[in-house]
Every structure is written in structure tokens, then in C-alpha cells.
């Protein structure tokens, strides 16, 4: 079975920083294009960031550009998010999600998630 499982999410003020971690079991991060997506109350799921299986390339929503960094460590098969200069727009749950073959910036493109890890930034 596949597993993704997020860490690291946590309360924060307003300019802070979190590191999220995606611990992957059952496929492997490398081959597969990994994203992270996040959701607030009342509103839809949107795409955060993605690393391309095929050249490793990234690609980042405009409202975090410059401010969010996702990389995978192939080693330890995780998919991280470091969130730097958080504002409260930034509170949701954020997940991790892997797609194959094609990766993109719709939830609908991904075949597995994982349960999510609450990132709250305070005022």
C-alpha cells in the first residue's frame, strides 16, 4: 500500500518559518511527480508546489513563490516543504500528493495523499 504521511505543521506568528516533511512508503519520490497542496476551511483544495519526476524540476503557485522551497531527499524518500516568511494566508492543512506518469497543478492529476498536517500563522 502507499503511505504519505506529513509532519512538521505547528502554530507560528506572522513572518516565521516551518519545515514540512513527507515520509513516503510504497512508491518511491523520485519517480513519481510530488506535490504539495493545501485547503482551508470553506475553500478548495489548491496547489502549493511540485517537483517533476523527470528532471526534478520545481514549480510554485504564485502566492508562495520566493517564500516556499519543495525538495525531495532520495535517500530517506521524502518530499519536503520549507515555508519561510508565513503570513496568515498560509493557514491550512497542507498535504502531500504523488502523481504518475504526468504531474501538474490540479489535485485531479494525483493518485494518492496523505492525511495532511495543520499550519496555522498567527497575526
Known amino acids: 500500500q502507499v503511505q504519505l504521511v506529513e509532519s512538521g505543521g505547528g502554530l507560528v506568528q506572522a513572518g516565521g518559518s516551518l519545515r514540512l516533511s513527507c515520509a513516503a512508503s510504497?512508491?518511491?519520490?523520485?519517480?513519481?511527480?510530488m506535490g504539495w497542496f493545501r485547503q482551508a476551511p470553506g475553500k478548495e483544495r489548491e496547489f502549493v508546489a511540485r517537483i517533476r519526476r523527470t528532471d526534478g524540476s520545481t514549480y510554485y503557485a504564485d502566492s508562495v513563490k520566493g517564500r516556499f522551497t519543495i525538495s525531495r531527499d532520495n535517500a530517506k524518500n521524502t518530499v519536503d516543504l520549507q515555508m519561510n516568511n508565513l503570513k496568515p494566508e498560509d493557514t491550512a492543512v497542507y498535504y502531500c500528493?504523488?502523481?504518475?506518469?504526468?504531474?501538474?497543478?490540479?489535485?485531479?492529476?494525483?493518485?494518492?495523499w496523505g492525511q495532511g498536517t495543520q499550519v496555522t500563522v498567527s497575526s
Open positions: 500528493a504523488a502523481a504518475w506518469p504526468w504531474g501538474s497543478t490540479y489535485s485531479s492529476n494525483y493518485n494518492y
Open positions: 510504497g512508491l518511491t519520490v523520485s519517480t513519481n511527480t
